[in-house]
């Protein structure tokens, strides 16, 4: 217990100590949102009435206080709570039931475990790193342990801006909703290397990744100054250039195609390579244990991700509704296509398959939900149903690593497949609401604007620079973390079962 204690407190600080290198600016706390293609207009009973005139009727009249909208705000609540049942017990029970027996504890520690540290790092310095002004790459100190959230002199909570001018949420609903991103990222590294890790590496690296990874990304991705910046022609080149690098792109990611399920992919990749094969790899039957409780824990995340994705509308409005349907029926088409794609190579679909399917469609839908149309996200989801059922046959043979649970045979080819396929099906030629061209007028791109070989360029350059800095600080997290407390249990340890091993418990008796 001691060292495990130590090392906690060692991974903490790691994290915490990357507070004296960031880049930042003095600025305000910009209200950054998840990536989406447009903004409704809400009704005009959304905001509050101008303040009521305290000076001398030849006073210039006060500025509008924006109020959030009760509805908003619910719905985003709701959505958290979604998300945090995608985790727990969503996503540790379809981990845990593609394990063995002896190891179904340890992967439900490490998920829960993961998404309760990662909580706390967010609410000291994840959240400012993240989603406030800095840099291109990061983000600033402004919101560090949560400061500013509650306005004294205004007597107020601070609000984040939404894709709607002039509509905001509590920034404290914001943050929350977020910080279950950030915990479900890293919660699913873990499947890429179950079964032989040390519990305590796997509190270490993830501070360590998530500070380094998943924060800039983050940032580069969904920090941008909000709608009601864009005041004038004259600002929207220096608003736009207070944004994160990819979202001055111009790359498209609803939910996180590439700052989640990318992101989280190439980590679990490296680790498998650097940890090494289980013991008996190949050789030795290892083959779930209870696909029933795969079944329940995907069936669970299914349901949450509706919040996932349909909540990075950040309202409750149209675009909310469309990624609500748009996961319904890709993940549907998902299961369907890797149920064929399996009959016809083994002659038989199987529960593990489709569970798979669900999970690949889901993964593949997210970078698109909000901005691409019905049918293309139909198609997303037929398409990453096939190509994910070869990522975890054929390419995972082809690379070589014990990827135990295929996370980046689903997670990142389904990533992947989404996030570029977000780049066609956006174009309104092909049903989809097209990107934001004008974000001072709010006003869509025109059809025969619309470049859909510009915009798959633009989500390939997103998808390639997250590949290359989340591969890069996982090399140097893992070998950090390798080098100070070790990465792997013992061969004994590990034929045991990390249950014992690692925890003192067993999952059954008897």
């Known amino acids: 217990m001691k060292k495990f204690l130590a090392t906690l407190a060692l991974g903490l600080s790691l994290g915490l100590g990357v507070l004296g290198m960031a880049s930042v600016a003095t600025a305000q706390t910009a209200p950054a949102a998840v990536a989406a293609p447009a903004a409704e207009a809400k009704p005009a009973d959304t905001a509050a009435p101008a303040a009521a005139p305290t000076a001398a009727p030849a006073a210039a009249e006060a500025a509008p206080v924006l109020v959030p909208n009760k509805g908003d705000t619910a719905w985003m609540m709701v959505s958290t709570i979604l998300v945090i049942m995608m985790v727990i017990p969503g996503l540790a029970l379809f981990y845990g039931g593609l394990v063995r027996s002896k190891n179904m504890l340890s992967v439900l520690m490490q998920v829960v475990v993961t998404f309760s540290m990662i909580t706390v790092l967010w609410f000291i310095y994840g959240y400012s790193l993240a989603f406030t002004e800095g ?200 299961v369907l296509a890797w149920c064929v794609g399996e009959a016809m190579m083994r002659g038989k679909a199987s529960m593990l398959g489709a569970a798979s399917g669900a999970v690949a469609g889901l993964v593949a839908i997210t970078p698109a939900a909000g901005n691409v149309g019905i049918g293309g996200g139909l198609v997303i989801g037929i398409v990453a149903g096939f190509a994910c059922l070869w990522g975890v046959n054929g390419l995972k043979k082809m690379l070589g690593a014990d990827d135990s649970l295929d996370v980046f ?102």
């Open 135 to 334: 840099n291109a790459f990061i983000g600033g100190f402004d919101r560090l342990f949560m400061k500013g959230i509650w306005d004294n002199a205004a007597g107020t909570f601070a609000n984040a801006a939404t894709f709607s001018k002039g509509v905001v949420i509590p920034e404290i609903t914001f943050a929350a909703f977020q910080a279950t991103f950030a915990g479900i990222t890293c919660a699913l590294i873990v499947g890429a290397f179950a079964e032989r890790i040390k519990f305590s590496a796997v509190l270490a690296f993830m501070a360590l990744w998530f500070t380094f990874s998943y924060l800039p990304i983050a940032h580069m991705v969904w920090f941008w100054m909000g709608p009601d910046a864009y005041t004038a022609k004259e600002v929207v080149d220096e608003m736009t250039s207070k944004a994160g690098l990819i979202w001055q792109w111009g790359a498209l990611d609803f939910a996180g195609g590439t700052v989640v399920h990318i992101n989280a992919a190439v980590a679990g990749l490296v680790g498998a390579f650097m940890i090494g094969k289980r013991v008996g790899y190949g050789r030795e039957a290892m083959a779930p244990h209870s696909l029933t409780l795969t079944m329940v824990g995907a069936s669970l995340l299914w349901v949450g991700w509706f919040g996932f994705n349909a909540g990075s509308a950040l309202e409750a409005n149209g675009f909310a509704a469309l990624a609500f349907i748009n996961t319904l029926v890709a993940t549907a088409g998902a």
């Open 409 to 510: 045979g689903v997670h990142g080819v389904g990533g992947i497949v989404g996030a570029l396929l977000t780049g066609v099906f956006n174009s309104p030629a092909l049903g989809g609401p097209s990107a934001v061209g004008d974000w001072v007028t709010v006003a869509m791109i025109a059809p025969d604007a619309y470049s859909v070989a510009a915009q798959v360029w633009t989500q390939a350059k997103a998808v390639l620079l997250t590949i290359v800095w989340s591969g890069v600080v996982s090399v140097v997290a893992f070998k950090i973390v390798d080098l100070t407390i070790g990465l792997r249990v013992t061969e004994e340890e590990e034929r045991e079962g990390l249950d014992i091993s690692s925890h003192g418990e067993s999952a059954y008796h008897g």
